[in-house]
């Protein structure tokens, strides 16, 4: 079946301009997590839903990131006036449910570009 | 102090080794274990679950120690394949499985 897609795979952008990375999670699975991965780094967490609701939003780095799921599916995450630190891979994951040892299905990730 | 700590590597070493990987961990609160690997410029994937009996898939063997907050993965006969980037990932179980992920060890299996 299909698996977390995300778009779009890579995108180069203006310093202060806004980017929306989009992630389509597997059909059914109510648990959907953003995380960032800086070259060399491990995965930062940044937002997790449970349905459209975001209970933990806490890994947002700043105002200027937001995040949104609509239909308990489909999410968007927003950077507006984007910096050169928020250069980064952007990897989405769901999983059926946000319980333990209940594994987390990543896409392959939007890798941003800020010049 | 980092909440996963490894040893980045990177470990090179010839087929049909054994190798071990450690990683500890620093919230007591931890209650879910995993082993993910990570190919370059790939996504994660699960590897394994570890259990607190330890537990074994094939040539991978994992262990925990709670009391010292210490994981473990140990790789048999490694294969060419088996060259990629082992992320430790606890979890924490705050309503949900919150991941925490190590930075990984790469590990370079040469013929």
């Known amino acids: 079946g299909a698996g977390v897609s995300q778009s779009p795979s890579n995108k180069v952008t203006e310093k202060g301009k806004d980017v929306e990375l989009r992630c389509d999670p597997i059909?059914?699975?109510?648990?959907l997590y953003w995380y960032r991965q800086s070259l060399g780094q491990g995965l930062e967490f940044l937002i997790y839903?449970?349905?459209?609701?975001?209970?933990?939003k806490s890994g947002l780095p700043s105002d200027r990131f937001s995040a949104e799921r609509t239909g308990g599916s489909v999410s968007t995450l927003t950077i507006q006036r984007t910096q050169q630190e928020d250069s980064a891979v952007y990897l989405c994951?769901?999983?059926?449910?946000?319980?333990?040892?209940?594994?987390?299905?990543f896409g392959p990730g939007t890798r941003l570009t800020v010049l | 102090r980092k909440e996963v700590e490894q040893d980045p590597g990177p470990f090179n070493v010839p087929e049909g080794a054994t190798v071990a990987f450690n990683c500890t961990y620093s919230n007591s609160a931890s209650q879910s274990f995993f082993w993910y690997r990570q190919d370059c410029r790939k996504e994660p994937k699960l590897l394994m679950s570890?259990?607190?009996s330890g537990n074994e898939d094939g040539r991978f063997t994992a262990q925990l120690n709670r009391a010292s907050q210490y994981i473990s993965l140990l790789i048999r006969d490694s294969k060419l394949s088996d060259s990629a980037t082992y992320l430790c990932?606890?979890?924490?179980?705050?309503?949900?499985?919150?991941?925490?992920f190590g930075a990984g060890t790469r590990l370079a299996v040469h013929p």
């Open positions: 990932v606890p979890s924490l179980s705050g309503g949900y499985n919150k991941l925490i």
């Open positions: 059909s059914g699975h109510t648990a």
């Open positions: 570890v259990y607190s």
């Open positions: 994951a769901s999983s059926t449910t946000g319980t333990n040892y209940n594994e987390q299905f």
């Open positions: 839903f449970q349905g459209n609701s975001a209970p933990d």
